[in-house]
């Protein structure tokens, strides 16, 4: 039987509208999946769908992506635009009389130049502007009112907002995109504030702070290029536990930590060529610290190790483009994954982790550089390696690298071109010219992934390449990505190469099963991806 019928006595089937029985806030829940245009379009079900879909307390205001108010969807005109605001401003004067909770309100709206015409001047702009802010201002002030949890706000160029909204007693999630916080001198009353997301605001350096120390149940901040700060204070009341500053914080500024709940921080600089680390912690204060994420040049190896050991209970550590570093030193109990990315400085690695279980190391390929680990952990080595660098002794170095790997699971290489016309394409790998310097067998391996951008290789140096690398590893499965203009002839190459290898004496290769062996299907252009499974 299906559901919603009920069965008569004379067999047929009444259908039982069971859905419309629903109380309102449990329909508010089912629609709150649903998309702007999607809920909408509920109101023409019935009167009570009209009703429902007009006091549904998620209300969603998006620009680029309208529902009955504008038939233009790509490139609104000015009078759709101003369609759009008349709507809006009459949904909410609706739920200011009716005194309707609101519980989530995104206003989504472009730059000035898109809302309003490019043909007006700049005094009449400016009329519109204050004239659009004002409406801004009062939809905030009605949703301030009527118990708003959450505030999601794309402003248009140089809104500032409103001082209401900073007695939100109500507002959990405020997420703020391209704005301006101006100066406050009044009490700040976000008692219930637990996460706040800023992105491209201007916000004074006070303000910012005020806001910080005044919200005490705060535990998620996201400022990611944002300005008009110099030093951010995280007071030893603030229960903070994740904290995210992307590309804000200036060459000078400084980052004071004097709270020991944060579990989560993620810190990238603002120049790719910072000479300082600007963080300040006391002693102790970073012991509950889980996941550290770092994209900063200005950290050192004296920075660094003074930061380690303070680090007690860390789990995941991401350093990426550190450059100014050479040599990590890591022994921890706790730590379950590291990844070093673009740290072309490192020379040394040295991990003593009994319960690291993931490990990537992705970077130019450097000879000298020594990792070694001490765990089973599974672990990725993936390196960027020019041509040139591919001889009989660049071979034994990355093999030399895979041997610190207890545990490498997989290889990625990516074949990068020669930039400088002097370095040579060619590929060459002899075994012999080893002599009797030996590291033990090819290490087995899950895959070996090969990337080729805008190389194409001779077929002596195809040849070369593969005998290298299972010398170097004998992969169950081998992944190739071309990225070239003309891929069909370097992958004939490649299977030609292998297939010679099977049951060859230097190479205990014995079947490969080709899923893709017909190259007539392979484009003239473009990318390609190819998996094949090799049986030694």
């Known amino acids: 039987m299906k559901p919603g019928c009920e069965e008569t006595v004379s067999g047929q089937f009444n259908t039982v509208d069971r859905f419309s029985d629903l109380p309102d806030f449990i329909v508010h829940h089912i629609i709150s999946f649903l998309d702007t245009r999607e809920a909408y379009r509920t109101c023409i079900l019935s009167k009570r769908w009209a009703h429902i879909s007009a006091t549904n307390p998620i209300i969603e ?3 680029y992506c309208k529902a009955e108010y504008s038939p233009a969807r790509h490139c609104p ?3 759709d635009s101003g369609r759009l605001l008349r709507y809006i401003d ?4 609706r739920y200011a009389t009716d005194n309707l909770r609101v519980r989530t309100l995104r206003l989504i709206f472009p730059d000035s130049n898109e809302v309003f015409s490019c043909d007006v001047d700049q005094i009449e702009l400016s009329s519109k502007l204050e004239e659009f802010s004002c409406k801004v201002d009062e939809w905030i002030r009605i949703a301030v009112r009527n118990q708003v949890a959450r505030l999601d706000l794309h402003g248009p160029l140089k809104y500032q907002l409103p001082d209401i909204l900073l007695s939100a007693k109500s507002l959990t999630q405020l997420n703020c995109f391209k704005v301006k916080i101006p100066y406050y001198n009044g009490a700040i009353n976000l008692a219930s504030l637990q996460t706040l997301e800023l992105l491209r605001v201007d916000v004074e350096e006070h303000m ?3 806001i910080i120390s005044a919200c005490l149940l705060l535990k998620c901040l996201s400022v990611k290029f944002c300005f008009g700060f110099k030093t951010i204070v995280i007071p030893c009341c603030s229960q903070l536990k994740e904290l995210t500053l992307s590309y804000s914080l200036p060459e000078n500024g400084t980052i004071f930590l004097e709270s020991s709940y944060l579990t989560c921080f993620q ?3 603002i120049s790719f060529y910072s000479d300082r680390w600007p963080v300040m912690s006391k002693p102790g204060l970073l012991r509950n610290l889980r996941t550290l994420d770092l994209f900063s040049s200005g950290i050192t190896d004296g920075d660094l190790g003074k930061l380690l050991p303070e680090l007690a209970s860390i789990e995941t550590l991401h350093l990426f483009n550190c450059h100014r570093l050479t040599m990590i030193r890591i022994s921890s109990v706790q730590l379950k994954e590291i990844y070093l990315d673009e740290c072309d400085g490192l020379l040394y690695v040295t991990i003593d982790a009994p319960s690291l279980t993931k490990f990537k190391y992705k970077g130019d390929f450097d000879p000298r550089c020594t990792i070694t680990i001490s765990s089973q952990a599974t672990c990725v080595l993936s390196v960027h390696i020019k041509p040139c660098c591919l001889h009989t002794r660049g071979f034994f170095k990355l093999k030399q690298l895979m041997t610190g790997l207890r545990s490498c699971n997989a290889l990625e290489i990516s074949l990068s071109n020669n930039y400088d016309e002097f370095e040579r394409d060619d590929i060459k790998f002899d075994e012999e010219e080893l002599g009797d310097v030996n590291l033990g067998p090819p ?4 895959e070996l992934k090969l990337s080729l951008h805008d190389q194409n290789l001779s077929r002596s140096s195809m040849s070369a390449f593969l005998n290298g690398l299972f010398w170097t590893c004998r992969p169950d499965i081998i992944s190739f990505r071309f990225y070239l203009e ?8 490649f299977m030609s190469e292998l297939e010679d290898m099977v049951n060859c004496w230097k190479h205990p290769l014995k079947r490969i099963e080709f899923p893709d062996a017909n190259c007539s299907n392979i484009h003239e252009s473009g990318k390609v ?3 094949w499974r090799l049986h030694w």
């Open 529 to 531: 991806e190819v998996q």
């Open 267 to 269: 810190f990238s600089d």
């Open 90 to 93: 009459t949904r909410m004067q």
């Open 443 to 446: 290490r087995d391996i899950t």
């Open 208 to 210: 910012l702070n005020h």
């Open 61 to 63: 205001f998006n620009y």
């Open 486 to 493: 003309y891929p069909g002839l370097m992958m004939q190459f």
């Open 77 to 79: 005109s000015q009078e």
